[in-house]
DNA sequence: GGCAAAGTTTAGCATTGGCTAAACTATATG
DNA sequence: CATATAGTTTAGCCAATGCTAAACTTTGCC
């Protein structure tokens, strides 16, 4: 070989990031579903299916099925036709979605961004900080008024 | 109906964020490859597919089958058994990859993230983060030194 | 020049996450 | 209490992104 020489080592250590990410990728939804299915409990009591639906922007059928995924995950329970629940899991998983989403989306505003852009913003940041860069923006946040 | 009442108006506007998040890992995927891409070819004159799928921690297929779609979408260009190539294109997106790149890293830096973290978290970031909230970050960079 | 090793591609498979259209259930109300 | 409508599920499709194993090129080197 002509060109290959000493690779490897950076390799390894960037490819943690990107392997980072894909696994961020595949919790990510779940994360949203479950937020989402508890801020609908929240507010009106109950979640369903065409709310959900609805508040992601995807097709009924894309619901149904991801709620197959999530309960087979054991992050949801729900009967044919019915409403559906959290497990304790998936409020766990909810809980600290919405935790990470005050900070970041407070944060953002501390920053200066207008609050339309830190909403959307926050939905996308939300599920690739690290807890030490959560408590970065927690302490930027304490300090300039949060 | 019973309890469906008053939506729509929430939902949709809930919506535009979840879309643009699905609308981003779309584009994503692309702008990790191009900007990596890039940096193989500034950094040893050439990249190779191996190198690649090294750096990104996937099997050498995945690679081949990706850069086909980048190929088609106009991104790069390659020719069996040989080094890959940017397009114009291809270069635009890998250079706004890394200017996006640099201001999130750098601005986790500057607000006392330590380095691993900041390389880490900025590349699952720089795809989420709107100019605007570019814009608020290089500010805050501006002020507190980067 | 020919061979072994490195690199690359092909083939074939699985999963995720999206869609539409059609079928089915629950329920509000006339 | 029957039925229309809203809500839900099923069926079947597609594209993207990952994998392994096997086949095929290139190339460094004897």
Same sequence: chains 1, 2.
Avoid at 32 to 45: H, K, N, P, Q, T
Avoid at 52 to 61: C, I, S, T
Avoid at 128 to 133: A, K, L, M, R, Y
Wanted: charge should be positive; glycine fraction near 10%; hydrophobic fraction near 40%.
């Amino acid at each position: 070989m002509k060109l290959t020489r000493k690779r490897g080592q950076t390799a390894k250590l960037r490819s943690a990031a990107f392997r980072r990410i894909r696994a961020d990728h595949q919790t990510e939804l779940a994360g949203d579903y479950v937020e989402l299915i508890a801020d609908l409990i929240d507010e009106r009591g109950e979640a369903r299916g065409t709310d959900v639906a609805m508040r992601l922007g995807v097709a009924n059928a894309t619901v149904v099925k991801t709620l197959k995924r999530l309960q087979d995950a054991g992050l949801v329970t729900q009967e044919p036709y019915r409403a559906i629940f959290l497990t304790g899991d998936g409020w766990k998983l909810a809980e600290d979605g919405r935790r990470k989403h005050k900070i970041v989306e407070g944060f953002l505003l501390a920053l200066g961004v207008a609050a339309a852009t830190a909403r959307i913003d926050s939905e996308g940041i939300e599920h690739h900080v690290s807890e030490e860069t959560l408590r970065a923006m927690a302490r930027f946040l304490a300090r300039n008024g949060g």
